[in-house]
Nanobody, 115 residues
């Protein structure tokens, strides 16, 4: 069983930065893809960034150059560094893992960017 817990969300002004963390409990063996998604008010969940087991990283066009995904396997933690935040980045951010064909999600952390 895998559990994901996000942290680091909060309120920030436009242009500011936040770093989100995703703590993974359980075995990380067999993880194919890890990533961050977000859901804006009244919208569907969307991909922010993902990284594969071969370290191929993909970013949504809207965050490219501003957000950076990283991970620390020893700590079983994944991070999302978010810089130059904009009001349109306001959303609940979710950590996701695809392991042995099964999707695991955290409960999300709210990021609010004010103008």
């Amino acid at each position: 069983q895998v559990h994901l817990v996000e942290s680091g969300g909060g309120k920030v002004q436009s242009g500011g930065s936040l770093r989100l963390s995703c703590q993974v409990s359980g075995s990380i063996l067999g993880i194919n893809v890890m990533g961050w998604y977000r859901q804006k008010p009244g919208r569907q969940r969307e991909m922010v960034t993902i990284i594969t087991s071969t370290d191929d990283t993909t970013y949504a066009t809207s965050v490219k150059g501003r957000f950076t995904l990283s991970r620390d396997s020893a700590k079983k933690t994944m991070y999302l560094q978010m810089n130059s935040l904009k009001p349109e980045d306001t959303a609940v951010y979710y950590c996701n893992i695809l392991k042995f064909g099964i999707d695991y999600w955290g409960k999300g952390t709210l990021v609010t960017v004010s103008s």
